[in-house]
């Protein structure tokens, strides 16, 4: 008989209920219109509510407390995903509980709901502290040296009742590990607590400034040890460093590990002790208990169930002799609404009512009876459609079917890999896990993997491919974290079938993996039409719909392949000996230099010629690059055209070039334009005129937008801008494109096959 417990595990505070019943008449202001969708957005994505790429749906991201649930809160997670959503559940890489495709207006009715369950998402995005999360085996590994769960759930009841938790200069992320092997990922959190004994005492030693995505990093210990009432002023001391010296104005480097790598270890151990100190003395303004959450959750079995049974497949062995824990192991952390009710009635059923939520996008549910285990598995089998082979596991992000961030459709890849190694003999160890994100963010966790894959756009034969950077060798434990070093990069579809091909003998061969990089890398060869596809698309791959909200953001992605490209030739160029290789090379990087920034003058001209012309006109002569560039394009084009035999003496203009062109591109601001001082006066002055009207249609995302915005330009401030769109991708982005600047988007419209958007420049 199975026992249930009633009362939430994470105690939600009046602060926090609070926020969730003002937020109603948050929407309601922003459907009447007295509420822009910038300063809206500002207040939605802190309560837990993500735009998703499709136009009008959103996303809510229910904060699991530690990774723990009961089979009633799964139930009401499960019941608003089919009442409000798609139906279909998403477990995150942070213990969290997604539900995907809700309208805005329905969200205050999701929000209230959870709460009724003890649940929220509060915290869920944005500048907060996010989910606290912890080993999925927590109170019942036997590895581990005490449960950390407790520690974790009071943490998170603490930092939730303070209102700075939800104003910090990027998100904030907790984790507690149980023993050295680090479940949890606390080594690479910005706080990690490591569950340690000193003579008897339980204990933590911690580590700080750690985090995944771009620049990824691993703490460094700032505790060796610390008593368990201590973690409160530790994690308060740290995030008020964070508070403090945090980058507010650069979101691309406001996480605290750049408030780290700028510090420097020393300096930022030191400033943290200070802050600790102060806290000590002044005394924190309350301290959540750390109770034994498990007690309600209590098994006590006859004899006769600790006896030995035979296992099904996966199946844990707990700590407590004759308790068993089953994974259900989920396909890309996706379950239907109806089989999260299963996976509730069975925790009930057979368990101790207690689920959990792993950072491998797992379920498991802990506390059955060795007399239950197999019923408990064959019913699961029988009641979840889901479940996936447990060989490979492979994680993935949601990536660009749903993200707005996403480059890459991460998810189809993971298919297309699991199809690819279905039939293999199964792989043990850390090897087993594939980790795939869809772009640098890492929310697939693809730097700390034995193998990953980090999704990318790259430029090949002047078209974009989908590709994937190759990660391998991490390795994730207290103390001795490393993260995974890149060996390459490959276009997308190349990989199910390398991955099929160094999985084969069940292991995996890191040799054959190398060498078929090396092969499957070369960019030079010609490639069938479906490599500029991604998985499940038939459309050819673009950025088009990226960023939150904004077509900008996928210019930048333009920009950023162009200057890269433009680096490695140069880079190159000046390794290679004197000769036709080496002028080819130093031409491609001009090529590459000049154009990449040309997209934010809405140009994207096909032929080099034109490249250079327009080059010349709008970075040029305006004076944003020296005259003397003329010059070297001009000796670009004659090497084209086989009027001069080499480019050989060019070489130090190029790489001033390309210097100057990443120094524009690192002061565009989020309306494109540039921050950096010209170099040279401008060769002529520019005419404008107004401009009432302009017709894109035709145009794609995100070149539709840099045009609009251009034209917006020539208009004075207070007048309108009416501009003509297709349906699809340019009616969605371009709008929420200028709304995101601050400019006043009046109307969308439909106009026959077409589209109307009406604009008031504000600034």
């Excluded at 502290?129 to 449960?147: K, L």
């Excluded at 759930?153 to 907790?174: G, Q, T, V, W, Y």
């Excluded at 089998?381 to 993200?403: D, E, F, H, M, Y």
């Excluded at 003509?724 to 600047?741: H, K, M, R, T, Y």
Aim: aromatic share 6%.
């Amino acid at each position: 008989m199975s026992v249930s417990a009633s009362k939430p595990i994470l105690r939600i505070p009046d602060s926090v209920r609070r926020d969730v019943l003002a937020y109603r008449a948050h929407v309601e202001k922003f459907l009447t219109g007295e509420t822009s969708a910038v300063a809206f957005r500002a207040y939605r994505v802190p309560m837990g509510i993500y735009e998703q790429r499709t136009s009008g749906h959103y996303m809510v991201r229910v904060r699991i407390g530690a990774g723990l649930a009961t089979g009633g809160q799964l139930r009401k997670i499960a019941q608003m995903s089919t009442r409000f959503g798609n139906g279909v559940l998403h477990v995150t890489t942070r213990q969290n509980i997604q539900i995907h495709d809700v309208k805005i207006e329905q969200t205050p009715d999701v929000l209230e709901q959870l709460l009724e369950a003890g649940l929220s998402a509060r915290g869920g995005g944005g500048n907060t502290v996010r989910n606290v999360s912890a080993c999925p085996g927590s109170g019942f590994c036997p590895n581990e040296r005490f449960e950390v769960a407790p520690y974790a759930i009071a943490c998170a009841e603490h930092l939730l009742d303070d209102s700075a938790s939800f104003n910090l200069p990027r998100k904030f992320k907790i984790a507690f590990s149980g023993c050295p092997s680090d479940c949890a990922l606390a080594s690479v959190a910005d706080v990690g607590f490591f569950a340690v004994e000193r003579d008897g005492c339980k204990g933590f030693a911690v580590y700080a400034g750690g985090g995944l995505g771009p620049n990824a990093a691993v703490g460094v210990k700032i505790e060796d040890f610390i008593n368990g009432d201590e973690v409160f002023t530790v994690a308060e001391a740290v995030k008020h460093i964070f508070d403090a010296h945090g980058d507010r104005a650069n979101r691309h480097k406001a996480r605290l590990r750049y408030v780290l790598k700028r510090l420097g270890e020393k300096e930022f151990v030191e400033l943290y002790r200070r802050q600790k100190q102060r806290l000590i003395e002044g005394g924190l303004a309350s301290i959540a208990s750390v109770r034994d959450i498990f007690e309600p959750f209590h098994r006590v079995l006859p004899a006769s169930h600790a006896a030995s049974v035979p296992l099904p497949p996966g199946v844990i062995a707990e700590k407590t002799p004759g308790l068993y824990t089953l994974p259900v192991t989920l396909n890309l952390g996706d379950l239907a609404a109806n089989e999260m009710l299963a996976v509730a009635d069975l925790a009930e059923k057979y368990g101790c009512g207690l689920i959990r939520t792993t950072q491998l996008q797992n379920l498991l549910i802990s506390g059955i009876g060795a007399g239950d285990i197999s019923a408990a598995a064959d019913e699961l089998r029988w009641k979840v459609q889901s479940l996936a082979s447990q060989n490979p596991q492979i994680v993935a992000c949601t990536g660009a079917a749903t993200c707005k961030l996403g480059l890459c459709l991460s998810r189809g890849l993971a298919t297309a890999i699991a199809d690819a190694t279905r039939d293999l003999p199964a792989v043990n160890g850390p090897a087993a896990t594939i980790r795939i994100s869809g772009c640098p963010n890492s929310c697939g966790h693809h730097s700390v993997a034995a193998i990953g894959f980090q999704g990318k756009a790259k430029r090949v034969n002047g078209r974009l491919m989908p590709c994937y950077d190759v990660m391998t060798g991490a390795n994730i434990s207290m103390g001795e974290a490393s993260l995974a070093d890149r060996i390459g990069t490959v276009p997308a579809k190349c990989i199910p079938g390398m991955m099929g091909q160094v999985m084969a003998k069940g292991s995996v061969d890191f040799n054959l993996l190398r060498r078929l990089i090396d092969e499957y890398g070369d960019f030079s060869v010609e490639f069938p039409e479906d490599y500029f596809r991604d998985f499940g698309s038939y459309e050819p791959f673009s950025l088009a719909g990226r960023g939150p909200g904004e077509c900008g953001a996928g210019v930048m992605d333009v920009i950023v392949l162009d200057l890269d490209e433009a680096k490695s030739a140069a880079a190159q160029a000046a390794r290679l000996p004197a000769g036709k290789d080496r002028d080819d090379t130093i031409y491609r990087a001009v090529l590459s230099a000049a154009r990449a920034l040309l997209v934010t003058f809405g140009l994207e001209p096909k032929k080099d010629r034109e490249i250079f012309a327009e080059f010349a006109a709008h970075l040029i002569d305006p004076g944003w690059v020296v005259p003397e560039t003329k010059d070297l394009l001009n000796r670009a084009v004659d090497y084209r055209m086989g009027d001069i035999d080499s480019l050989d003496d060019l070489l130090p203009q190029v790489d001033k070039l390309v210097e100057r062109i990443d120094t524009l591109f690192k002061s565009l601001d989020a309306a494109l334009k540039f921050r950096a001082e010209p170099v040279a006066a401008p060769a002529a002055a520019n005419s404008s005129h107004s401009v009432r009207r302009i017709d894109l249609r035709g145009v794609a995302c995100p070149l539709n937008f840099v045009k609009a915005k251009l034209e917006l330009e020539k208009v004075a401030i207070g007048d309108v801008l009416e501009v003509l769109l297709d349906g699809g991708e340019p009616i969605n982005n371009v709008p929420a494109s200028f709304a995101s600047q601050g400019q006043e988007v009046l109307a969308t419209e439909p106009a026959g096959d077409h589209f109307r958007l009406t604009i008031r420049r504000s600034k």
